[in-house]
């Protein structure tokens, strides 16, 4: 091995860093280290005069490994890699210490953290001594694509993919397609009918020649990798077809709430509680009935069934109070003498239209009631007989400051959005992450809002977390542009830091094939010693802490590595006592 | 307890001038803009809340409508075209109208014919009176003039018969604003259950009632001062006249022509060219419809502008002709004068626009006794 | 089948009258023509009501109904009730919307007719109106280089395909390069945005030009010649060394763009440290040299010989592509409009894009909050040797959900004042913090559970949104409505925030002209289709992205800039492009739907 | 000087690493004395390390890895479970308190609780004062 000889960078990220670590210190205490050629500082690394500096230094300095203190490794790791790899050493020949969101921005004593960011770079320094460089490897892409779920989300991206000329496995768990969106009659703001709206697309979906869709199907795991992976699909519950595709849409979206936890509210005790769900039901005849058949005279409308409330959701559904809106224009068209109260927390008309239609809908002779959504609930009960209505809400109307009463005949939940019971089993099939509401993480949130972190994985529309269809059509074709561009690249890089055996050393006690996740070691009769697939592993690591024998190295993790890592994390330990 | 809401009582605010009702979405931006909204007397918002949930009890015992004098900063400001000065000045035809026992004002503020059913028919029984009444009992037209050359109108209009029939009116119109002030007291000190005023502090703060009355000083703190000065201008113009014509009938309607300096005479022009000179600035605002204060009229605020002005015109008319000698003109002028000056009085001062002038300076006095309420 | 339909149309206006009314009488005369139509009525010919419909239905026999207009869909719900109680099938009642279809006058009476014939035929529009195709040249161009931009262009490129990235300032970044954290997970924008920024810039597809301007555009759907202006940099960009000794040395100065006009940069300048390209430029308008021929104090200090060319001219440069990113963003609205709020006549009244300096590392303090002094000379500047602020307020919906400047509703602000209250506290641990809104709308992924979080810390969160600021001793005090308290608030503090709303950038009209993209109510450019094609335009190739079509935060833009990019993907992968919707005349229409299901006789 | 407690953390990529960088992105505050090493997945944490870190000095070995079920890699974490209840217990025979050793499951969006952990170790290790390795190591080192 050559002798190494280590570039040190330490980031200040303006004042993110520099406020709490005297880098000055750290670049001067690590500069003395062997093996270190130089340290140095400077503002923003990150940015393109940062990385120049390093590339600058790589020649000027012939470095061969290369250390930078900043943030975490999960935001820049990728961009120094690159940087390194432009001044032409392999990327795997560097290393970052995570001197911001685990030092800087939690600690309040400037020595301390001083002090920990020096443990922290020297780690790294000692670390990055044992790195060894990698092959980038990449596979083809499989141009076919599988989206789950069949919702207007789903059915968007799939035109887009196959419109291209792209084949598309679209399949959905129910026995048609559409989604939510096609149960609702009118849309918002341009009360525009949702039925027309998805008609073409649900045409050219089925129509097209480049789209396979499968109802009545689910999934129950994914093998394989990005570009290349493979399911057999469950049709009716039985195994059916295998697939072979390149990437994968999750477009399952989310479900109603079940209103019946709410007490106050009663859904189940009163017939005449509903859901929005089922509201929409009804209008798409334009008749809105009681149970006993008879128009209401007093409709009221409760926002935020539960969302917004620590007791059941705390997150904002996104779409609810448009639709609330919608229903006064319905309810009005249907019923031009009834009253309407509009029970809310506060309106939440953001999108493009949406306070125009708002405003509009003021206009509608309705009342509009402000609710505190977590603290105290209004309360439905029934009425006395001689009331001439059938139930009565009683609250607390925020903005008169008044307790009221509020005569109703119907009254219309706007139930919260919340994710499937069974999303657990897609989650593990195609090995993306939920976030505390059940909501599919994406590798970003703002600047990678479809993406995951699993390559070749994807999630769109209100999976993702709540949304209204043209935020869900955006998404959609987010992903297809990130599908496509990797179509048409034809190849796609895949995972470096996997694990391998030194069949010398194994014994050929097969404990890896076991622990192994992805099936990805086998063992050879042959030879007597076990091999990994790297395409298939994802390079966890579990089968080298188990290999009793040290036969397995998991690359980029190596025992050395690590130890040298801890050793590093300790060496200044006792230089203060 | 709870308060039922009631969404039919926005169709009977409608009949009184209400407009875009719905419109408020609750900014607050009218309440803070008001200079005469102040801690625990908080409108407009509060009070158009009130009015578009329906809460006719709360909104019954509001005092908050009479202490606005519609500058109109909270209309031009409103981010939603909710016109809250305008709102509130629905809120005090409303108001009026259920201080008003008769259920005229109602009638009124509502039906257009009825206000001007009743209008004629008070002009009908002042025609009738000088046309037929009295001269059946002697009191006739004459041409001859007085030894100056004026026109004898006391022999035309008696004198003691007009007082005593000013005293009338003036008992009854009183008569009925104070039934209906009580009726306000009612709703908006003695019902609020949970406070107390004592009787102390009802003598105490009486002096604001007649201060108020005499300078609107509230008027004056709104940003555009201009308005105020116009107002007591007119104001006192008006209470001048009225209280010249009720009490000192004798001294005022006189055949005698006096010298220009004679305060009967100046105190005449005075309350004249005040009146009119508030008339001509709230008939051309309106017209102009510029200023937000003037760009809604109700009918109620027009007829009440046409019947003062024609009173003062008429006024003006029965002067002129008088001390000119022109007897029939004098005549013609002074029926007429009286034939919109009666009905003027009888309806708009206890049941329209005009019994402000009474609600006004007691709602003030009111606001003073609830702050210094104490809790039960 | 359709032809055994029995129709009647119905006509529906509710926008009221326009400059050029649409002829309703014509639109019944064409519907009239189709032996499936009985009969056709306008709203005006009758009062619309269950009975009066329902009598309709019943009298004609209608099976189907068509609602034509300016948002039917108010009335649509009547209809189908009406059909229900006649006995026919709710779902029969087909609508068709104009304002949907940017049908706002006469002009657009041939669009209104082919909606019409869709209706009555049962063809969905969208299928009927299938302008051709036209083969598509590869290269894109992407009008704006903010992160709406960026994002299409990194998109693109990696499908391998040339992009022209057309930026007007001189750097790429936009408004979010200027932002200090971002809602709701506080990571830093720099951290997350230069990255992309010199992702683009070393991408090998990619050709960046700043500092130039979309002049002309013509051509067609796949085949588009665009005149561009470059406008000259005054300084070699392959050259500079970004040494930054010529701004040094350089005398004139003008307030930066950048800093929102907090700071104070050179004729010569860099707009901001991580700015791409890494390079200088020159104002023309500050350089004094280029206003009195004389200096060039630049050029005697500039170590690169040849670099800086103070005559270099604007040129024009000619380039042809296939499809048209357009993502020109947004402007923040002027605060001084609302002279209640004494934006401009208060020194330590800031717009939200000036406090978002203030609060940047990079900003005029170094990321500390101070109040707004003056220097010797008696500019108001921001220092840090001024004292700091304990008391702050913030407004929300300033120019926003107002009749008086703008309608709607700005999406952003809301949260953006969150987090202003949040790093606040973070600078400021022992401010107070007042946010006085009208409806929180916390709508986002992760925005509640932050609103909530915010809460928590101790800001005071009042609704009311509070009517004006005043001088008051050498402060400011806020008027207005705590309206859950029902109180009146007269509140002295040190520093009032406005959170202004967005508007249109400023050339959105001109691109609007320029590719005849309509522009929508508050002017923004007018999207294809509101729920299905939120990217698209009526004209073939170009697509929006981002903050020209509306206001939207970032993982919005984002997601808009890709799903833009998806597009012009599948049209580079096809090798063709669909050509323009509004070109497509009515004829055409016709003779699609009868080619698509031919009338049976 | 002041007994001040080492932590030696490792943190599985997924989960805790993220966890850990969210109670920074979220400004929460913690005791400085841990050091945290990333490795992917918590499965890959050998004995040897944690050995290593006792033997370096180290008062505590802190482990943290995806919810049980909320593996990226499945089962990593379970396996991690069940290496970590033995040597919990051959640490305790080798005389190293079993409190030193500690296993956590911190999730992604668990900032607040990973602070919350690292000031409850701290506490813990506080009271357990310096581990028996350290002060011998601190003894070498003063002799030298």
Redesign the interface.
């Known amino acids: 091995m050559e002798e190494p000889r280590i570039g040190v960078y330490i980031c200040w990220?303006?004042?993110?860093i520099a406020k709490m670590v005297d880098v000055e210190a750290v670049s001067a205490e690590v500069g003395k280290l062997p093996h270190v050629v130089l340290a140095k500082n400077y503002?923003?690394m990150?940015?393109?005069?940062g990385?120049e500096l390093i590339v600058k230094d790589i020649h000027g300095h012939q470095l061969n490994r290369v250390v930078v203190a900043a943030?975490?490794?999960?935001?820049?790791e990728l961009?120094f890699r690159k940087a390194v790899e432009?001044a032409g050493i392999n990327p795997y020949l560097f290393e970052m210490a995570?001197i911001?969101?685990?030092?800087s921005?939690?600690?309040?004593?400037r020595t301390?953290?001083t002090s920990?960011a020096i443990?922290?770079v020297v780690?790294a320094i000692r670390r990055v001594q044992f790195h060894e460089p990698l092959q980038k490897r990449s596979v083809n892409v499989d141009p076919a694509t599988l989206i789950i779920g069949g919702g207007?989300s789903g059915m968007?991206a799939a035109l887009?993919?196959a419109?291209?000329?792209?084949k598309v496995y679209l399949i959905e768990k129910t026995g048609r397609l559409g989604g939510h969106v096609i149960k609702f009659?009118?849309?918002f703001?341009?009360?525009?009918?949702a039925?027309?709206?998805i008609?073409?697309?649900l045409?050219?979906v089925e129509n097209h020649p480049n789209i396979d869709v499968f109802l009545n199907t689910e999934i129950r795991d994914v093998t394989g990798y990005i570009g290349n992976f493979k399911t057999t699909i469950r049709i009716n519950e039985t195994e059916s077809t295998e697939l072979r595709f390149g990437n994968i849409i999750a477009a399952v979206g989310l479900k109603p709430f079940d209103p019946s936890k709410i007490e106050e509210y009663g859904y189940g005790k009163f017939p005449d509680v509903i859901t929005s769900m089922e509201f929409e039901e009804m209008?798409?005849?334009?008749?809105?009935l009681t149970k006993y058949g008879k128009e209401p005279r007093?409709i009221a409308i409760i926002h935020c069934v539960g969302?917004?409330n620590?007791k059941y959701h705390?997150?904002?559904s996104?779409t609810c109070c448009m639709v609330a809106l919608k229903f006064v224009?319905?309810?009005?068209?249907?019923l031009?003498s009834a009253?309407i109260?509009e029970i809310y927390a506060?309106?939440?008309?953001?999108?493009?239209?949406?306070?125009?239609f708002?405003?509009l809908t003021?206009?509608k002779?309705?009342?509009?009631?402000?609710y505190d959504q977590q603290e105290r609930l209004p309360v439905i009960s029934q009425a006395d007989r001689n009331d001439n209505c059938n139930m009565v809400i009683?609250m607390n109307?925020?903005?008169?400051?008044?307790?009221?009463?509020?005569?109703v005949d119907m009254v219309i939940l706007m139930v919260n959005m919340e994710a499937h019971e069974n999303v657990?089993e897609v989650v593990?099939a195609i090995?993306v992450?939920?976030?505390?509401n059940q909501?599919f993480?994406e590798k970003?949130?703002?600047?990678?809002?479809?993406a995951t972190?699993t390559g070749g994985v994807y999630i769109v529309g209100t999976c993702?977390?709540p949304k209204d269809?043209?935020?869900s059509?955006?998404?959609?074709?987010?992903?297809?542009?990130?599908i496509?561009?990797?179509?048409?690249?034809g190849s796609v890089a895949v995972e470096v830091?996997t694990a391998s055996t030194n069949e010398k050393l194994c014994c050929g006690c097969q404990t890896c094939v076991k622990?192994c996740?992805?099936s990805a070691i086998s063992y050879n009769e042959e030879k007597r010693s076990s091999e990994v697939n790297e395409v298939l592993c994802?390079?966890?690591?579990?089968c080298?802490?188990?290999c009793p024998a040290g036969a397995i190295t998991?690359k980029h993790?190596t025992?050395r590595q690590?130890?040298a890592?801890?050793?590093g994390?300790?060496?200044m330990?006792?230089k203060?006592? | 307890m709870s308060i039922r809401v009631n969404p039919d009582l926005r169709n009977e605010l409608i009949q009184f001038g209400i407009g875009d009702w719905n419109a408020c979405y609750h900014c607050g931006t009218c309440t803070a803009i008001c200079p005469l909204s102040e801690e625990g007397f908080l409108f407009p918002r509060k009070k158009i809340r009130l009015m578009q949930m329906g809460l006719q009890g709360p909104l019954e015992s509001s005092v908050e409508p009479w202490l606005c004098y519609y500058c109109g900063d909270c209309t031009k400001t409103c981010p939603r075209d909710a016109n809250p000065g305008e709102l509130m000045m629905s809120l005090r035809r409303y108001l009026t109208s259920t201080y008003d026992w008769t259920g005229l004002s109602k009638k009124f503020y509502t039906s257009k014919i009825w206000e001007l059913a009743w209008i004629l028919f008070f002009a009908a029984l002042v025609i009738i009176s000088f046309l037929v009444i009295l001269p059946s009992f002697g009191y006739k037209f004459t041409t001859e003039l007085t030894a100056e050359g004026g026109v004898k109108l006391n022999s035309f209009a008696p004198i003691p018969i007009i007082e005593a029939f000013d005293w009338i009116m003036a008992i009854i119109v009183a008569t009925l604003l104070i039934s209906n002030i009580l009726r306000m007291y009612y709703k908006i000190i003695w019902k609020n259950s949970t406070t107390k005023v004592s009787l102390w502090v009802h003598i105490r703060e009486f002096w604001l009632l007649i201060f108020n009355f005499a300078v609107q000083p509230k008027f004056s703190k709104c940003d555009d001062k201009r308005y105020w000065g116009a107002h007591w201008f007119l104001m006192s113009g008006y209470t001048i006249m009225f209280i010249v014509i009720v009490v000192f009938l004798p001294w005022f309607q006189t055949e005698k022509i006096l010298p220009v300096w004679d305060p009967q005479r100046w105190l005449g022009y005075y309350a004249t060219f005040g009146l009119l000179f508030g008339l001509v600035i709230a008939i051309f605002g309106r017209l102009k419809k510029k200023d937000i204060k003037f760009r809604f009229s109700h009918v109620s605020d027009w007829l009440f502008l046409v019947m003062l002005t024609l009173t003062v015109i008429t006024g003006i008319f029965i002067h002129i002709f008088r001390i000119n000698g022109m007897p029939m003109a004098t005549y013609v002028s002074y029926i007429t004068h009286m034939a919109v000056l009666v009905p003027m009085i009888l309806i708009e001062v206890p049941f329209s626009k005009w019994s402000h002038l009474a609600y006004r300076p007691f709602a003030v006095y009111f606001t003073q006794l609830k702050k210094n309420a104490v809790l039960k | 089948m359709d032809h055994k339909d029995s129709i009647g149309v119905f006509f529906f206006d509710l926008m009221g009258t326009v400059n050029d009314p649409i002829n309703y009488s014509e639109l019944a005369k064409y519907t009239l023509g189709f032996q499936q139509v009985l009969q056709a009525w306008h709203y005006s010919d009758f009062p619309w009501n269950e009975e009066t419909i329902r009598k309709k239905i019943e009298t004609n026999d209608l099976s189907k109904i068509i609602v034509a207009g300016a948002l039917p869909g108010t009335v649509k719900t009547l209809f189908s009730k009406a059909m229900s109680m006649a006995g026919k099938n709710p779902s029969s009642v087909i609508l068709v919307s104009f304002n949907e279809y940017g049908i706002w006058s006469d002009k657009e009476i041939e669009r209104a007719k082919a909606l019409l014939i869709c209706a009555i035929r049962d063809i969905p529009y969208e299928i009927a109106a299938m302008p051709g195709d036209a083969p598509v040249n590869p290269a894109t161009m992407i009008i704006g280089g903010g992160i709406s931009g960026i994002q299409a262009a990194l998109e693109i490129a990696n499908g391998n395909t040339l992009v022209y990235l057309i930026e007007k300032t001189g750097t790429i970044g936009g408004k979010m390069a200027t932002f200090d954290k971002t809602f709701p997970t506080l990571d830093c924008a720099a951290c997350i945005l230069t990255p992309k920024m010199v992702e683009v810039n070393q991408h090998p597809n990619i050709r960046l030009m700043s500092y130039c301007e979309v002049r002309e555009v013509t051509g067609d759907a796949g085949n588009f010649t665009v005149k561009l202006l470059q406008k000259a940099r005054k300084v070699n960009v392959t050259t500079c060394i970004g040494c930054g000794t010529c701004a040094e040395k350089c005398p004139a100065t003008a307030p930066s763009e950048f800093d929102s006009g907090t700071t104070m940069r050179k004729a010569i300048y860099m707009p901001f440290p991580q700015a791409v390209p890494n390079k200088y430029l020159i104002d023309a308008e500050s350089c004094i040299y280029l206003k009195t021929g004389k200096c060039r104090a630049c050029v005697k200090a500039c170590p690169v010989p040849d670099c800086i060319n103070l005559d270099e001219p604007d040129k024009e440069v000619l380039i042809k592509v296939g499809n048209i990113i357009v993502a020109t963003g947004y402007k923040t609205f002027d605060a001084a409009r609302m002279e209640q709020y004494g934006y401009g006549k208060y020194p330590n009244v800031l717009a939200a894009l000036e406090f978002e300096r203030l609060l940047n590392a990079s900003g005029p303090t170094g990321g500390n909050i101070h109040y707004r002094t003056q220097d010797k000379k008696g500019n108001w500047i921001f220092s840090t040797e001024a004292e700091k602020p304990e008391k702050l307020a913030i407004i929300h919906c300033v120019g926003s959900r107002d009749k008086n400047y703008n309608k709607y509703c700005s999406r952003v602000c809301c949260m953006y004042s969150l987090k202003f209250a949040h790093l606040i506290l973070d600078k400021l641990p022992e401010a107070e913090v007042f946010e006085y809104f009208i409806d929180m709308r916390s709508f986002g992924k992760g925005y509640e559970e932050f609103y909530e979080r915010i809460k928590e810390e101790g800001v005071s969160i009042i609704r009311g949104k509070t009517a004006k600021v005043e001088a008051k001793n050498g402060k400011l005090l806020i008027r207005g409505e705590d309206i859950l308290r029902s109180e009146l608030i007269e509140n002295i503090v040190d520093m009032v925030i406005l959170s202004t709303g967005l508007e249109p950038g400023e050339d959105t009209k001109k691109i609007s002209e320029m590719l005849g993209i309509p522009t929508s109510d508050g002017g923004w450019l007018e999207e294809a289709n509101y729920n299905t094609d939120p990217t698209g335009t009526f004209r073939g190739g170009i697509m929006l992205a981002g903050t020209c079509q509306g206001p939207k935060d970032i993982p919005d833009s984002v997601a808009q800039g890709s799903a833009a990019a998806a597009r012009v993907i599948q049209n580079i992968l096809r090798g063709r492009v669909t050509k323009d919707i509004s070109g497509l005349t009515l004829e055409e229409i016709e003779n699609h739907i009868n080619e698509i299901s031919p009338i049976q006789v | 000087m002041s007994y001040r407690p080492t932590i030696v953390a490792f943190l599985c990529n997924w989960c805790a690493y993220t966890g850990a960088d969210l109670a920074g992105t979220s400004r929460l505050r913690y005791a400085p004395n841990i050091r945290i090493i990333r490795v992917m997945c918590s499965g890959r944490i050998e004995p040897t390390f944690i050995l290593k870190a006792f033997q370096q000095g180290a008062d505590g070995v802190l482990i943290c890895g995806c919810h049980p079920g909320d593996c990226h890699y499945q089962e990593g974490n379970y396996k991690c479970l069940r290496r970590f209840k033995l040597i919990q217990k051959y640490v305790d025979q080798m005389g190293i308190e079993k409190d030193r050793l500690q296993l956590e499951w911190i999730s992604a969006s668990e900032g607040r609780q990973f602070a919350e952990l690292v000031n409850n170790m701290t506490k813990t290790l506080l009271i357990l004062g310096p581990s028996k390795i350290k002060s011998s190591l601190e003894v070498e080192h003063l002799k030298q």
């Not at chain 1, 911001?100 to 030092?103: G, K, L, N, T, V």
């Not at chain 1, 921005?105 to 004593?109: A, G, I, L, Q, S």
């Not at chain 1, 703001?189 to 009918?193: A, E, G, I, K, R």
Request: contains cysteine.
């Open positions: 990220c303006g004042t993110n503002k923003y990150c940015s393109d005069p990385q943030c975490s490794p999960r935001i820049h961009t432009k995570n911001r969101e685990q030092d921005w939690v600690h309040t004593d301390e953290a920990k443990d922290l780690a207007i968007v887009e993919i419109n291209a000329g792209k009659d009118l849309t703001p341009h009360l525009s009918s039925r027309q709206m008609r073409p697309i045409q050219r209008l798409g005849t334009g008749q809105v007093n969302s917004r620590k705390e997150y904002c996104r224009h319905q309810i009005r068209a249907s031009p009253n109260f506060d309106m939440r008309a953001y999108g493009k239209g949406h306070e125009e708002y405003a003021t206009h002779q309705i009342i509009f009631l402000m009683r109307e925020k903005l008169s400051g008044e307790s009221i009463e509020v005569p657990k593990h090995g992450s939920l976030c505390g909501f993480i970003h949130p703002k600047l990678d809002p479809v972190t993702q977390g269809i043209p935020d059509v955006s998404q959609a074709r987010a992903a297809a542009a990130r496509l561009a990797t179509i048409a690249t830091t622990v996740p992805y994802k390079g966890c690591g579990t080298g802490s188990a998991s993790f025992d690590i130890l890592e801890i050793e994390i300790m060496s330990s006792f203060g006592v």
